[in-house]
């Protein structure tokens, strides 16, 4: 099968999401990845590493948008006759994704977490009711638009470098003006990307004292999240509320403190390989999707973690 | 103004999740039905605001069944104008952005209003099939609205951070958190809403591009491992040697 990926870069890189729809990519069929901006060819090329046979870039269009990127993906496939287009659904997928399937008269699947089943159809296994259950949907098209689940699927780098092609397209007007970008500070993953989770909830008795889980993520790398109610009283930001209404995520490592494992909230974490509670109580339902608990004082159990993670990364170093 | 709020209805968000018909089918037995929070809380709240301040007019859309009425009224109580219903059982989002599209198409709204997705299915489709098919700009993942005149201001979620855009009406959003408070319907609410129109029309034809083969549970989780609170470092050594996650 021809498939075309659509990758997007952030801050000198391909975004990781996008890399492992390459691999993704890889498992269908022979892999072209197309991506816009000013990323090096030098760079570009590194998406052969993780499986594609062919880069092409569309220099052009140097910030996101919607009405440019759907016309350069749905273009891209069109030419080159593709059988299946992926990408990543991140905040970028979920505003081009479904377009490109319906520019292309194509089915859409959305929250990919495994590769399609063609032993009988083309059955693509998604995740629904948030993390809930599985369904098992077949795409009828001829051609099939995926928006694969970020960390579902380890990418794979077997691969040596690709070729770097640019693309001459009219890709039409874009009818968004962006006015103001306020992109996250650092260099810690964005929460849906993210491998470490460090989140706490209500159990923290108030903002002041969030320097425990701060430290604590900071010494493991990972990026802090929380629970609804802390973000709706204004203690965290909102962009850290994670959950069934917040943002879903499926890190290889969740902490959580603090926090009594509503349905709500599992709803957006129970993705996660695994999972860590730290509660005072015993009775909290947390600890039912806890692969480990610990029953203790998140004030004192969080700097005791932190000083473990100081201690391990020493002697592995 | 002239909105169009999409509206669907999700199960309660404590519903146990299970399948029957050999896991072809959800099961509803005994499961509560809610207006999915995206569409309630946020599309429909900012709708309602905007035309209270600017005038116009507020009218949901729903591809459903008669089983969905109650949500469309729940609707109507919290405010809306008038409601519409495709008179159809959706098959997946496709299907349901082009009854959306075709209805909108023949009745020019200025913005049409989604929610970011359905918390049963998540699928956050059918806005963006929505602008795609009517031909106007997409704007995902919205957590602020403003509209003077025919531009709209908009605050979205983008990789990374965020972002702030302007676009002409019209236009399809999706709306996500922060875009309005949620509202409790009152007695004078929920009593109007008995008598506003819900227009019940007939569906376009339109080909499954996909279907549900099947639904499955994840396996059940192993039995939780306890660690003595004073001893952090087992836990760093199972997550290194067990979990391998560090
Ligand atoms: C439609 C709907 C959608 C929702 N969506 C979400 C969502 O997306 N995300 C979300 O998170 N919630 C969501 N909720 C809310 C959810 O039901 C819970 O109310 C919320 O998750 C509780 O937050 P919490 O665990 O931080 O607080 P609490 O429930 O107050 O729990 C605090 C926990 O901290 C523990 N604790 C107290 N002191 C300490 C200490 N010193 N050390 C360690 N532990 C301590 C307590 O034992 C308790 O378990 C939603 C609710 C509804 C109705
Ligand atoms: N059957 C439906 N009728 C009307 N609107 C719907 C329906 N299904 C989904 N929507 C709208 O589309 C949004 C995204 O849904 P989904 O693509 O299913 O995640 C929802 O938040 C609703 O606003």
């Not at chain 1, 430290?215 to 109610?229: E, F, H, I, N, Q």
């Not at chain 1, 860590?276 to 029953?295: L, M, Q, R, S």
Request: charged letters at 20%.
């Amino acid at each position: 099968m021809t498939v075309v990926v659509f990758v997007e870069s952030k801050n000198g890189n391909l975004v990781k999401a996008g890399l492992e729809a390459v691999s993704y990519g890889k498992r269908i069929g022979e892999t072209t990845v197309v991506t816009f901006g000013d990323l090096s060819s030098d760079a570009l090329a590194g998406a052969g590493t993780y499986g594609a046979s062919k880069v092409l870039v569309h220099r052009g269009i140097t910030e996101g948008n919607g009405d440019q990127l759907t016309q350069l993906v749905a273009k891209t496939a069109e030419s080159l006759g593709a059988d299946v287009v992926v990408l990543a659904q991140d905040q970028t997928g979920k505003s081009i994704g479904p377009r490109i399937a319906a520019k292309l008269g194509a089915g859409h699947v959305s929250s990919a977490v495994d590769v399609p089943d063609t032993s009988n159809g083309f059955v693509v296994k998604t995740n629904v009711f948030s993390g809930k259950a599985f369904a098992h949907v077949a795409v009828n098209s001829a051609i099939k638009v995926i928006s694969y689940t970020p960390n579902s699927l380890a990418a794979t780098k077997d691969g040596g470098n690709a070729p770097v092609e640019e693309l001459n397209l009219d890709l039409g007007d874009n009818r968004i003006t962006v006015k103001e970008r306020k992109l996250q500070e650092g260099d810690v993953a964005p929460l849906p990307e993210a491998e470490l989770v460090v989140s706490a909830g209500r159990g923290l008795k108030g903002p002041e004292n969030w320097g425990i889980v701060e430290d604590l993520a900071k010494t493991l790398g990972a990026t802090t999240a929380c629970s609804r109610p802390v973000a709706d009283i204004g203690w965290r930001p909102h962009h850290e509320h994670v959950g069934q209404t917040g943002i879903a995520i499926r890190p290889n490592l969740y902490i959580a403190s603090g926090i009594s494992g509503a349905i709500q909230h599992l709803a957006g974490v129970n993705g996660s390989k695994t999972i860590v509670v730290i509660n005072t109580d015993a009775e909290a339902p947390f600890f039912k999707a806890a692969d480990y608990g610990v029953i203790g004082d998140a004030f004192e159990v969080l700097p005791r973690l932190t000083e473990a993670i100081k201690k391990f990364k020493e002697s592995n170093n | 103004m002239k909105l169009l709020v999409c509206i669907s209805k999700a199960p309660d968000t404590t519903a146990k999740i299970a399948f029957t018909d050999g896991d072809t089918k959800f099961d509803e037995n005994g499961v509560q039905f809610i207006v999915n929070p995206y569409d309630e809380w946020y599309a429909l709240v900012r709708a309602l605001e905007l035309t209270e301040t600017s005038g116009g007019t507020v009218t949901t859309i729903t591809v459903g069944t008669a089983a969905d009425d109650p949500t469309i009224r729940k609707a109507l109580a919290i405010g809306a104008t008038d409601a519409v219903r495709i008179d159809a059982d959706p098959k997946d989002s496709f299907y349901v952005a082009k009854q959306i599209a075709e209805y909108a198409k023949a009745n020019e709204y200025d913005i049409v209003l989604t929610g970011k997705e359905t918390i049963n299915y998540n699928g956050a489709q059918v806005g963006a099939m929505v602008a795609e098919l009517l031909g106007q700009p997409f704007v995902s993942l919205a957590t602020k609205l403003e509209v003077a005149g025919n531009v709209a201001t908009l605050e979205r979620d983008v990789s990374g951070g965020i972002e702030v855009v302007e676009v002409g009406t019209p236009f399809v959003l999706s709306a996500a958190k922060g875009m309005a408070e949620q509202r409790i319907p009152n007695m004078r609410g929920i009593m109007a809403a008995r008598t506003k129109p819900l227009n019940v029309v007939q569906p376009v034809d339109c080909d499954d591009l996909t279907s549900v083969v099947a639904y499955s549970k994840p396996d059940e989780k192993a039995a939780c491992k306890y660690i003595d609170p004073e001893n952090m470092d087992e836990l760093v050594n199972l997550l290194h040697t067990e979990a391998k996650v560090i």
